[in-house]
Structure formats: structure tokens, C-alpha cells
Nanobody, 131 residues
Framework: EVQLQASGGGLVHAGGSVRLSCEAS????????RGWFRQVPEKEREGVRE????????????YYVDSVKGRFTISSDNVKNTLYLEMNDLKPEDTAVYYC????????????????????WGKGTQVTVSS
């Protein structure tokens, strides 16, 4: 069974740090582009998820949306088949449900980070940043 299991969310004060993990099972995660996306409460009804960070399947490129550059770092452990997102200097506007995903490719389209050919989504993990 193909699964992506995200974990590591929680409640943190502004300026704090959180590390998210996404463990894949049933497939080889690094055969795909791997990314983190988030859905803020205001966009929940629309089902819109914002691309936050992504690495390509060749791992030769990593992309970040401007709002998280310098604060978030995406990485992967291919032995553990796991994707990570290190989130530092968190801000209240980072509050969202964070989802990991596997896709055929990912790239910037203007200021947006896009996942193309989504293969699988993980269940989300809530990150809440208090001011």
C-alpha cells in the first residue's frame, strides 16, 4: 500500500522551530519529486494548497516559495525513505496544515511553487504558530 505519513506538527511560539517528517512506504520516494505544501484556514474551503518547498527526483534542485526562503530547509534521507522540512524563525502566517507529496516534477511558476503530476499526498499535519 502506498502511503505518506507526515508527522512533527504542533503548537510553537513565533520565532520557534519545528521539524516535519514524511515517511514513505509502498514505493521509493526519491523516484519522485518530493515536496511540502500547506493549506491555510482561509483557503480550506477552496482546497488550495500552497507549494512551500520541493526537491526534484534527481535531487539536483530545491525550490522554495519566497516567504520561507532562508527559514525553511527541505531535505531527504533516501535510506529511510523520508522527507523532512526544517522550519525555523516561524511566524504566525506560517500557521497551516502541512502536506507532503510525491509528484512527477516540481518547479517555480512565477512566484508559485507547483507540483506537476501528483502521484500521492500524505495526510496533513497541523502547525500552529502563536504570536
Amino acid at each position: 500500500e502506498v502511503q505518506l505519513q507526515a508527522s512533527g506538527g504542533g503548537l510553537v511560539h513565533a520565532g520557534g522551530s519545528v521539524r516535519l517528517s514524511c515517511e514513505a512506504s509502498g514505493f521509493t520516494f526519491d523516484d519522485y519529486a518530493r515536496g511540502w505544501f500547506r493549506q491555510v484556514p482561509e483557503k480550506e474551503r477552496e482546497g488550495v494548497r500552497e507549494g512551500v518547498a520541493c526537491i526534484t527526483n534527481s535531487a539536483d534542485s530545491a525550490y522554495y516559495v519566497d516567504s520561507v526562503k532562508g527559514r525553511f530547509t527541505i531535505s531527504s534521507d533516501n535510506v529511510k525513505n523520508t522527507l523532512y522540512l526544517e522550519m525555523n524563525d516561524l511566524k504566525p502566517e506560517d500557521t497551516a496544515v502541512y502536506y507532503c507529496g510525491a509528484s512527477t516534477d516540481c518547479a517555480m511558476r512565477g512566484s508559485d511553487l507547483m507540483g506537476y503530476g501528483m502521484y500521492h499526498w500524505g495526510k496533513g499535519t497541523q502547525v500552529t504558530v502563536s504570536s
